[in-house]
């Protein structure tokens, strides 16, 4: 079982960068496929991008080109490194883990993960 917990929100203008960090706890977090996911007021949370065990990533068509996830596995943490930021990228931004046996692996439904941190509000203002 791993615990999860983002940081790094905040109030940015739009334009403006933002990094969030997802710290995990527990073991082998080497073997866990990362998911972000995002939630808006009002809204369904929404799959923004995730990083397979070997650091293969997948994004949501909204935020490619503008987001990047990365991992450090000796750091047990993931990364959303967040740019150009608009105002429709304000929401709760959350981190999601499941266990997977092959590398390459990863996932883009919430339904598929078993590991929720509890959240970090990232708020972007025009």
């Known amino acids: 079982q791993v615990q999860l917990v983002e940081s790094g929100g905040g109030l940015v203008q739009a334009g403006d960068s933002l990094s969030l960090s997802c710290a995990a706890s527990?073991?082998?977090?080497?073997?866990?496929?990362m998911g972000w996911f995002r939630q808006a007021p009002g809204k369904d949370r929404e799959f923004v991008g995730a990083?397979?065990?070997?650091?293969?990533?997948y994004y949501a068509n909204s935020v490619k080109g503008r987001f990047t996830i990365s991992r450090d596995n000796a750091k047990n943490t993931v990364y959303l490194q967040m740019s150009s930021l608009k105002p429709e990228d304000t929401a709760v931004y959350y981190c999601?883990?499941?266990?997977?046996?092959?590398?390459?692996?990863?996932?883009?439904?919430?339904?598929?993960?078993?590991?929720w941190g509890q959240g970090t509000q990232v708020t972007v203002s025009s």
């Open positions: 999601a883990g499941r266990s997977v046996y092959y590398t390459s692996s990863f996932y883009f439904k919430k339904e598929d993960y078993d590991y």
């Open positions: 527990g073991r082998a977090f080497s073997n866990y496929a």
């Open positions: 990083i397979s065990r070997s650091g293969r990533t």
